[in-house]
């Protein structure tokens, strides 16, 4: 089973930032939340991963809470590409399995 | 960055045959690979973990001798539906780990099988 619960679904408005909730409370100390998002009928795409520090690139921000129990998927200024369903997910830094939860379906609106 | 290539991108067979599935890591060695399963507005669903050289790892309730998986090389595994039938039509999608310090796992595009 998942480790984690996300929101169903989110809107958000064109250029504006999208913020995606992840909890992950039962987080073991060795596991790292990654993100993921999937775009109608492709494969999965890997954005972020971290452990405990804030985490950005190119694509994204991910800011994990102090006690690790949650994070926050930042998409800073969004666009209709962004428009996909974001699965975060807990695993282990070396190997195993990313398990998939239902994720949250993003809307990106003009 | 690490690409992952799936053969065929599309296929329809007819119920009872079987149908093969190619996964290629173009610029990168892999040594596990994964496949997965994704029935329409549903999440994936991890079918089994391909190991280069070893025999697959299913999960719990994936029939082995149905879903045949084959990870001859570093850079290609390979499902095979046997007796295919209508309702293994899904969209099947494997992944790739990238050997490193986090082992990131990277996608291919999918394939959609249909079974009529």
């Known amino acids: 089973d998942a480790k984690t619960t996300q929101p169903t679904s989110m809107d958000c408005a064109e250029g504006r930032a999208a913020n995606l909730p992840c909890n992950h409370s039962?987080?073991?100390?060795?596991?790292?939340v990654y993100w993921y998002r999937q775009i109608h009928s492709q494969g999965p795409q890997y954005i972020i991963h971290?452990?405990?520090n804030n985490e950005t690139n190119e694509m994204a921000s991910l800011i994990i809470t102090e006690d690790r129990k949650s994070s926050t998927l930042i998409l800073p200024h969004a666009t209709l590409r962004d428009t996909a369903v974001y699965y975060c997910?807990?695993?282990?830094?070396?190997?195993?399995?990313?398990?998939f939860g239902q994720g949250t379906e993003l809307s990106v609106k003009p | 960055g690490a690409v992952v290539s799936q053969h065929p991108s599309r296929v329809i067979c007819k119920s009872g045959t079987s149908v093969k599935i190619e996964c290629r890591s173009l610029?990168?060695?892999?040594?596990?690979m994964f496949w997965y399963r994704q029935f329409p507005k549903k999440s994936l669903m991890l079918m089994a973990t391909?190991?280069?050289?070893?025999?697959?790892?299913?999960e719990q309730g994936v029939e082995k001798d149905k879903f045949l998986i084959n990870h001859a090389s570093l850079t290609l595994s390979t499902l095979t539906v046997t007796s295919a039938h209508p309702e293994d039509s899904s969209f099947y999608i494997c992944?790739?780990?990238?050997?490193?310090?986090?082992?990131?796992?990277?996608f291919g595009p999918g394939t959609r099988l249909t079974v009529t």
């Open positions: 992944s790739a780990q990238l050997l490193g310090q986090y082992y990131e796992q990277y």
């Open positions: 039962t987080i073991s100390g060795n596991e790292y």
């Open positions: 971290g452990l405990k």
């Open positions: 997910i807990v695993k282990e830094s070396q190997g195993g399995k990313l398990i």
């Open positions: 610029d990168f060695q892999a040594t596990t």
């Open positions: 391909s190991n280069e050289g070893s025999k697959a790892t299913y």
